[in-house]
């Protein structure tokens, strides 16, 4: 079995509070995009065996190990399954590769093993591995809250395109959010009205915020000059995905983008991937375009 785990991107991350529980409540807007980790799946007469190459994270610690070894607690199988991971998503870059790759063996082992397992019992095993994780079981477009893990609504988005630029480094999640300022109240219009107009469509470059990106570009300044790049290309907006490091901007259509992508200025070791929003259907039924070019 053949699989694709694609990327997400936040169009909006905002940072509510401190939990009880040590992690951080959430409004965010996720969106998966064309540009994916390739995933092989085969049973195995016992346990769990993950390939992934290039990830840095092989065996136990891998987050694919662990949905793979969940799903066969839960479900109580005696057989095993073996699993091979091209990583085309980079890693810590905001785009959720790992939680991707996670969520969609525990779909492709629903599949595999004919176990029938629901969706909302899917994502329920999903939050136990990350935060991420349930959001890539829904694989559309969605308002999340909680830690972002709950979904609130789902989204509609005027079509547009986009252009993501990875610089080659990493930022510590954790380092991020101890950079962080929330203040002890908010003014909570804006998140009421995002909450009630996601439903009807909006204009994704009208709504590109993110409460994490001072404090990223304060560790990693790199970021803002790729930010102020994407907007000299033409980008109609700009933000960081996530907890960095990626930046991408919104861009009217394809055409838009390609125009843009010629323009920006290449540094070495970057990655640009122009690419579209995705509407899956069925499991690895993606619909979207993801090129992937270096600097």
């Known amino acids: 079995m053949k699989l694709l785990a694609p990327a997400k991107i936040n169009l909006y991350l905002k940072v509510l ?5 040590g992690y951080h409540e959430l409004l965010t807007l996720m969106v998966p995009v064309g ?37 066969l607690k839960e479900t109580g199988l005696r057989e095993g399954v073996a699993i091979r991971i091209a990583k085309n998503i980079p890693l810590g870059a905001g785009l959720g590769g790992g939680s991707s790759d996670a969520s969609t063996v525990l779909m492709g082992m629903n599949e595999l093993f004919h176990t029938r ?43 547009r395109s986009y252009l993501i630029v990875t610089p080659p480094l990493e930022i510590s999640t954790a380092k991020v959010y101890s950079q962080l300022k929330c203040p002890l109240t908010r003014e909570r219009k ?4 995002i909450n009630e107009i996601v439903q009807k469509g909006i204009e994704p470059e009208q709504w590109l915020e993110n409460d994490l990106e001072g404090p990223a570009f304060g560790i990693c300044p790199e970021l803002k000059r790729a930010k102020a790049e994407l907007l000299d290309a033409g980008a109609l907006g ?10 991408f901007g ?16 290449r540094h070495e070791g970057y990655r640009y991937v122009p690419t579209t929003s995705l509407t899956g259907g069925s499991h690895g039924d993606y619909r979207g375009k993801g090129v992937s070019g270096q600097g």
Do not use: T
């Open 238 to 247: 700009v933000i960081m995905s996530g907890s960095g490091s990626s930046v």
């Open 17 to 21: 509070g401190k939990r009880s529980d």
């Open 190 to 193: 804006r998140y009421r009205i």
């Open 35 to 71: 540009l994916f980790d390739e995933i092989a799946m085969e049973k195995a007469e016992r346990g769990v065996f993950v390939r992934a190459p290039g990830c840095g994270c092989n065996g136990a610690s891998n987050l694919a190990y662990k949905a793979a070894e969940l799903f």
């Open 250 to 265: 919104v861009f009217q259509n394809e055409e838009h983008v390609c125009n843009g992508l010629s323009r920006i200025r």
């Open 117 to 159: 397992i629901q969706r909302r019992e899917l994502m329920k095993m999903a939050g136990r591995i990350g935060a991420d994780c349930p959001f890539f079981i829904l694989k559309k477009p969605c308002l999340m809250g909680g830690r972002g893990d709950v979904p609130l609504h789902e989204a509609v988005l005027e079509p």
